[in-house]
């Protein structure tokens, strides 16, 4: 037994001499029970944190003498086999790191010891990570695991089951920090997907030049997905500015989740307003005036107004026609009539409101069986558009009948009067006519267009 206990002594003295060659350090003059001590590799246990062997000196778990004469060693196993020996767990999953995989510990980690936890070579992991990976370094909105040097809250360092050796799946990763993000996702009826399922489609994890550590700014972040949205944005003739100027799309959508359908901050009329409760210029010289002067107090709202559906007439993205309408419709006063302008109206009236002569039951404008709606809009040149007599959002008038109507510089009186049985308008643009549904009134000379007003257009 005795025997033994010396021999493992020499071993001992053998190897720090040997070790104390293989580090460049001077050869110890006096025997030694290992190889940390104050003539050999001193420093190694006087770090804040030491490996545990080198804290035991028991140097051969990971070294062996090769030549006692010149103080040499040699590892006891090659490559991963080494650290894998004592350190079983770190390779078993399906995603490992590339240091991990080849063996190269030592890339990561000092084998002896360091001021720095895990024996890292640096004083943070990112500091270390970066000799790699230069994502997220020198950006302008870090995320704050980069910001301070935490990768592994995010990833494990050696492996793990998800791709990019993220320690879970990316949503419920960020939701472990982001919890309001997830309260909202699970409160809101309207949720966006890729907030439910791929939050890196947007934000970069590392950090990015935009707020958020969003990858671009809307409307170009949004564009990839919405192909649709960019098109008409871009081409429409008439562009809505709410979407194409910076960071549009997030003046009307939330980007993760709502009680609105399509993701929108608030209801289709409330949002709107938020821009169009006063004068909006469209151009140099045209200012749309206030809608929310339009509708205050009047009595009646047309349909889709009434429904705080904007959508139901506007398309909010852009459009070919005029005022953002979805369908066609005539912007001039006077207009040739054909189906094809009046697309908007005919997607909720009945087109043949227009187009039948004689009716008793289409329309209550009429004189006796004689449809006035077909009398004024039907006509080659100057037919009148619905503009002419109704208002487009509200009027304090039955039938949404307008008080006057925009006519060049001129704000046209209407002068329109309802009875039981018909009704009667004395506007500037032809003397006063009256009709009647029960007892019709006789027209004996029927204004010609050459007798009518010449002006502008109307709104």
Known sequence: MALKKCNFRLNILVFGI???AAFGVD???T???TCVTEECHADYSKKAFVHGPVGLGDCK???ESADPKKHAFTLVRKGKDLCEYCHLDQAVKKHVHTPVQTGDCAQCHDPHSSDNKFLLPKETVAELCYECHETGKGMKFPHGPVAIGECTICHDSHSEDHEKLLIAEPYELCVTCHIVTKNELAKFEFVHKPAQDNCIGCHDSHGADNSMMLKAQAPQ???PCHEDVKNLAETAEYKHTAITEKDGCMNCHTPHASTVKYCLKDNPETLCMSCHNKPVGISKDEILPSFTNQIENKKYLHGPVAEKNCNGCHNSHGSKNFRLLTKEYPPQFYAPFSEENYELCFSCHEKSLVLTPQTTDLTDFRNGSLNLHYLHVNKEERGRTCRACHA????????????????GMWDMPIKYDKTETGGSCSPGCHVSFSYDR???VSYEKPKTENTETQAGSGD
Not at 392 to 407: N, Q
């Open 31 to 33: 025997l030694q029970k």
């Open 438 to 440: 029960q007892s019709p």
């Open 221 to 223: 972040l949004c564009y």
């Open 61 to 63: 778990s990971c070294h």
């Open 18 to 20: 040997l070790a104390s």
């Open 27 to 29: 050869k110890p003059t």
């Open 392 to 407: 487009t959002h509200a009027s304090d008038l039955p039938k949404h009948i307008r008080e006057s109507v925009p006519y």
